[in-house]
């Protein structure tokens, strides 16, 4: 049972950074493509950012490009995701998601993701 951790969520002011974790536990994380996904109160999940197995290719929304980078350290089991020039936008709880499924572009679909983590907010003052 493959079990995904978030951690590294908290208050920060705008222009701020913070990295989020996910940790991996039970599976075969070195061989799973890997995303973050974000939801704010009465909307939709939506996705983030989303990495490959190996790490050779990423995908971002277009409204965390050029803020947001993920990237994963498959020794450790672990997943990232650094968040700089923070904005209130995005003030969500952030998911890590595993092993998705699909084609086109299904890794942009929470409804792809096999294992999601329980989440860590992530609030941004003005």
């Known amino acids: 049972q493959v079990q995904l951790v978030e951690s590294g969520g908290g208050l920060v002011q705008a222009g701020g950074s913070l990295r989020l974790s996910c940790a991996a536990s039970?599976?075969?994380?070195?061989?799973?493509?890997m995303g973050w996904f974000r939801q704010a109160p009465g909307k939709e999940r939506e996705f983030v950012a989303g990495?490959?197995?190996?790490?050779?290719?990423?995908y971002y929304a277009d409204s965390v490009k050029g803020r947001f980078t993920i990237s994963r350290d498959n020794a450790e089991n672990t997943l990232y995701l650094q968040m700089n020039s923070l904005k209130p936008e995005d003030t969500s709880v952030y998911y890590c998601?595993?092993?998705?499924?699909?084609?086109?572009?299904?890794?942009?679909?929470?409804?792809?993701?096999?294992?999601w983590g329980q989440g860590t907010q992530v609030t941004v003052s003005s």
């Open positions: 998601a595993a092993n998705p499924q699909g084609s086109g572009s299904y890794y942009r679909m929470s409804s792809s993701y096999h294992y």
């Open positions: 990495i490959t197995w190996n790490a050779r290719t990423t």
């Open positions: 039970g599976g075969a994380f070195s061989l799973d493509d």
